[in-house]
């Protein structure tokens, strides 16, 4: 079984819970956070865990009442055996999609945000974590010093392997391939960070991040910019790791919206009137135009597929650490650090529906749902 990007991060199975159908014997019962047992604290709980000692081991329940005394607690299901996993679903109009999901439980709800808040407040950790990197490092007289040469080769050699020459010949194509491929920093290597060089290069006039970050596009991506390319990204992002969360990559046809042919997985294979992919991703994944689906790298080579969640993730990162350090918070694209617009990927991504996207909203909502 494959592992899911960044696993010990990100909550995929708490998403894969919401394909699963309901065993008659599941019952959802409150696991503390940093233990991860049982918190049976309840005269109820302590009723509702002794009739289930036959598939529920005391070791599962903490009984720690004097040192464990955390208060944050999330839902996990228990029963003699788990439900089937269903296929994921495709909603909407394309490719004959029909809703067949719905969230039906407030403990469901609490697991959708659960990821939804993990998913935001990673990308915004890992981006204060670079510009902490990056403040440390720009103060380096070595670094200063030589950073001019090593721009000015870092620009040409990553712009060519983004977009191979591919341009779109939109404005600030050359911002979208720095950003596209640029990587971390290497402990122990010395100026290899791309984005360093990014924003030395904005700062020298070079580039104009700003202007890539807030431009908006007209035509099939009228009024937005960079947050067009996030509308698939992020789909294809998460979708990807359910997949292998959900044990599904020997499975096609139960790939939802990237099994072979569909509209989705089409639209990720050429742009619009703005990047849908990143042209060099399509090659590593054999995702172009006019490719045998059956033939492509995504997730049938899942090496290669993670390699291009990996620059996906990172992307995003460095849109959210670009936006912080050009102190640009009413620019971020909305799909990448705003909640409240990442769980209409994310519940599109499980077969959900806009109206279970709008049920989080509810946070007095405690009754199951109809």
Not at 353 to 367: Q, R
């Amino acid at each position: 079984m494959a592992t899911p990007h960044l696993s010990h991060l990100l909550p995929w199975n708490d998403l894969v819970e919401l394909i699963r159908e309901h065993d008659p014997s599941e019952v959802y019962l409150p696991v503390g956070k940093t233990c991860g047992k049982i918190h049976a604290r309840t005269p109820e709980l302590e009723r509702m865990v002794g009739r289930r000692n036959s598939y529920i081991p005391e070791e599962q329940i903490c009984r720690d009442y004097t040192n464990c005394i955390e208060t944050e607690e999330f839902p996990s299901n228990f029963g003699k055996k788990k439900g089937k996993l269903l296929p994921f679903a495709i909603i909407g109009n394309c490719d004959g999609g029909v809703k067949v999901k719905t969230l039906r439980t407030k403990e469901q709800k609490i697991k959708l945000q659960r990821f939804v808040k993990a998913f935001s407040s990673t990308i915004q950790t890992f981006a204060r974590q670079e510009l902490e990197k990056l403040t440390t490092i720009a103060t380096t007289p070595e670094y200063k010093r030589k950073m001019k040469k090593i721009a000015t080769n870092a620009y040409v050699e990553t712009c060519e392997k983004a977009f191979r020459g591919k341009f779109q010949g939109t404005r600030f194509d050359r911002e979208y391939a720095l950003m596209a491929e640029s990587t971390p920093l290497s402990p122990g290597k010395k100026h290899n960070d791309d984005l360093a060089v990014l924003l030395y290069l904005d700062q020298i006039g070079q580039l104009n991040l700003s202007g890539a970050l807030t431009e908006k596009y007209g035509g099939q991506a009228v009024g937005h910019g960079i947050s067009f390319l996030m509308d698939y990204l992020v789909p294809f992002y998460v979708h990807c790791n359910l997949i292998a969360a959900a044990d599904y990559l020997l499975e096609p046809e139960k790939w939802g919206y990237l099994k072979d042919g569909s509209f989705f997985r089409n639209q990720l294979k050429e742009d619009c009137d703005f990047y849908t992919f990143i042209p060099s991703w399509r090659t590593a994944l054999k995702l172009e135009r006019g490719t045998d689906d059956e033939n492509s790298g995504l997730l049938r080579d899942w090496p290669a597929t993670m390699e291009i969640l990996r620059k996906t993730f990172r992307l995003l990162v460095v849109c959210e650490t670009l936006c912080q350090h050009k102190r640009l918070p009413n620019y971020r694209p909305y799909c990448i650090s705003s909640e409240s617009a990442i769980r209409w990927k994310i519940a599109d991504s499980v077969g959900l529906t806009w109206d279970d996207a709008l049920f989080l909203d509810d946070d007095n909502d405690d009754d199951e749902l109809e």
